[in-house]
Every structure is written in C-alpha cells, then in structure tokens.
C-alpha cells in the first residue's frame, strides 16, 4: 500500500509541476506580446497652442497644422533679427536643429554672427504665405524680408524661403533652411 501511495502522491506533485510549467510559459509568452504591442504602439500628443484648431503629433508622422505652425515660429525665429538678439537667435536656432546638420548649420550662422554683431543692421518678415508637405517634411514661406539700418528701412524684397526638416521619435528637428533662387540665379 505504501508503494501505490508513494507513487500516487508522486504523480500529483508531477502534475502539478507540469501545470505549474505551463501556467509560466504561457505568462511569459503574454508578458512577450505585451512589450511588444507596447513598443509598437503608436504614440500620440495632443497639442494646443494658441491656435485656431487643436493639432495631434502622432509617431506615424506630423500633420499639415503641426508642420505649418512650427514653420511659422521656426521663420519668425530665424528670419527676425536685429544686433541686440543675435545670440539669442543662434542658440535657439540650434537647439531645434537635427544634430545631424547642427555643424554645417552654426557654420553659417556664425558668419552671419560675426558680419552683424556691432552693426545695426536688423532684419524682419512679415509672411504673407506658407505652403507645407508632411509627405516631404518641406516648407516654404512667403514674404516681405525688410532690412533696417539704424532707423532708416534700406530694403524691402519679397523673398521665398524654405525650410527642410527630420521627424523622428516624435520630435521634429530643422535640417536646413535658406532663401529659394529661381533658374538665372535671382533671389525670388
């Protein structure tokens, strides 16, 4: 009798270790899908400025309202600037600078630091249009670029400007910008 007792109470203790196999594989098979629906699931921020409608930011890509109204504060930024903002204006240029163009980018701009820093020479724009494409993460704005030297206005062009950028981990970075030439090298 002993035996047969023995070897029953062996069989439950094996039945319970197979369950208790299963009921650990199949938590870890579940714990498995999860992080990875986690990892893959779209992202989504909806955003508020002081704008007319709301705008989302979505890890799948950047609307046409986001992209347009950080075009519109990224001209505002890069196209307006007189000798007292110019640090001002360059850091914060580069702090929304994609790292990848952030060295070609302060190049220039330092040039353009080093030409109006003591001067006074101020620039400003007032747009009167801007085309975006999320497709291409393109911009253009249209306007008029007035330059001032001292308190007399010594220019007043409609310029075209574009504006290049980088979305990626739900932040978009500027990668370029600058004025758009037409085909016989004029500055349109």
């Known amino acids: 009798m002993e035996s047969s007792s023995a070897y029953e109470q062996s069989q439950r203790f094996l039945r319970q270790r197979n369950l208790m ?10 714990s498995v899908i999860l992080l990875v629906v ?10 508020q400025p002081i704008a007319p409608r709301e705008m989302s930011l979505s890890s799948k890509g950047v609307s046409r309202d986001y992209l347009e109204a ?22 914060s240029l580069l702090a929304i600078t994609a790292p990848s163009a952030r060295g070609d980018l302060q190049t220039k ?3 353009i630091f080093e030409e109006q820093n003591g001067s006074q ?11 975006v494409d999320p497709e291409t993460l393109t911009s253009q704005v249209g306007g008029v670029l007035h330059t001032v030297v001292a308190d007399k206005e010594v220019s007043r062009d409609h310029r075209v400007f ?13 990668t370029s910008f600058g004025v758009l030439v037409d085909d016989e090298g004029d500055k349109s």
């Open 109 to 111: 701009l330092l040039k």
């Open 38 to 47: 986690a990892f893959n699931r779209d992202r989504e921020v909806i955003l």
């Open 21 to 30: 196999v299963i009921v650990t594989l199949a938590l870890a098979i579940v």
């Open 70 to 91: 950080v075009t519109r504060d990224t001209a505002q930024l890069a196209l307006n600037r007189s000798p007292e903002t110019l640090k001002y204006w360059m850091e």
């Open 162 to 174: 574009e504006f290049s950028w980088k979305y990626s981990g739900m932040t978009l970075k500027l």
């Open 121 to 131: 020479i101020t620039q400003f724009l007032t747009i009167d249009w801007i085309d």
